[in-house]
């Protein structure tokens, strides 16, 4: 991003934070962003039908928004850090507390330090009889994350994504975290945005669910995205309705790619079809010379 491409301070208002749930495997991930995607109060309004995007944003009771990625595993995680597409703005790394720190906890950690993101511990499965909260906070010490009760100023919070039990508090502690980062994008500009996930649709033919960075997406937007152009045809929102625009932190499902783009691509609006064409044509050509560089000899 050029310097003179930064959007003027009077233009940028808050958006909502983009948060990656991160954890050892079997430790409550997808069961955490079930039970959180279950306290959405606008899904009520939409007939409660959801649908896999890969991302997806939670209303809160008292109207604020997040929006929570469901797709990075730790891998897809570095790759995007690696393109420079870090657009995770809290990570909540979750802990078994019948289990405590695996390797893949500790991958996280130093996943989330070396992105320089904040981090929410969410101490989960206290339900069980063997839960031991206290054995883990002193563990993620050992691993130089310490919270709040150890001295340290990392939040954590105690929850049951099985029994839904204070997901309230990790709500709060993650609008906590939000204000203190004081995230704001400029909405009224070309969109800018990130490929999350994309695939190849039977019917549909090529979809990419996006995450808008900045600016607001619209349908009719001529747009770039990896190596792929295309028309923005329709936008779906993670409820599985046709939605005119998506504006900053919002995860909208994009149909009219020309192919499939990889995740971690950026989207850029232009100006017009021929813009798009010879952009596109530009970065194929990127890419082409990068994969003939990093070929072995
Ligand atoms: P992931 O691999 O990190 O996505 O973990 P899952 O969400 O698939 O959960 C792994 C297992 O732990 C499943 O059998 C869940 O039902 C169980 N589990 C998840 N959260 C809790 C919890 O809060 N309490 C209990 N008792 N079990 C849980």
């Not at 997808?30 to 039908?49: K, M, N, Q, W, Y």
């Not at 511990?121 to 010490?141: G, M």
């Not at 309230?168 to 800018?192: G, T, V, Y």
């Amino acid at each position: 991003q050029s310097t003179e491409d930064v959007d003027a301070p009077e233009t940028l208002q808050p958006r909502p934070p983009v948060v990656t749930i991160m954890g050892h495997v079997d430790h409550g991930k997808t069961s955490l962003l079930d039970a959180l995607r279950g306290t959405d109060v606008a899904t009520g309004e939409a007939g409660g039908i959801t649908q896999h995007i890969g991302a997806y944003q939670v209303t809160v009771k008292d109207g604020s928004k997040i929006t929570f990625l469901d797709t990075p595993g730790h891998e897809a995680f570095s790759e995007m850090r690696a393109r420079g597409a870090n657009i995770t703005d809290i990570v909540v790394l979750v802990v078994a507390a019948d289990d405590g720190l695996r390797p893949q906890t500790i991958e996280a950690i130093n996943h989330t330090k070396a992105a320089g993101v904040p981090m929410i511990v969410a101490i989960n499965k206290i339900d069980k009889p063997e839960a031991k909260p206290q054995k883990v906070r002193e563990e993620l010490l050992q691993h130089e994350v310490i919270v709040e009760d150890m001295g340290g100023d990392v939040q954590d919070v105690e929850v049951s994504a099985l029994k839904k039990t204070n997901l309230d508090a990790l709500i709060e502690k993650i609008q906590l975290q939000a204000e203190l980062l004081e995230l704001r994008a400029n909405p009224d500009r070309d969109a800018e945005g990130t490929v999350v996930e994309a695939k190849l649709d039977k019917g549909r033919g090529p979809v990419a669910t996006i995450l808008v960075g900045r600016g607001t997406l619209r349908v009719g937007d001529v747009f770039v995205v990896g190596a792929e152009s295309g028309k923005v045809r329709a936008l779906i929102d993670d409820k599985g309705r046709n939605v005119k625009e998506a504006g900053p932190s919002t995860p909208v499902e994009v149909l009219g790619i020309s192919g499939v783009p990889g995740a971690g691509d950026p989207l850029t609006v232009v100006e017009n079809e021929a813009r798009a064409r010879e952009v596109a044509a530009y970065r194929a050509g990127v890419i082409q010379q990068k994969r003939t560089t990093a070929a072995p000899a």
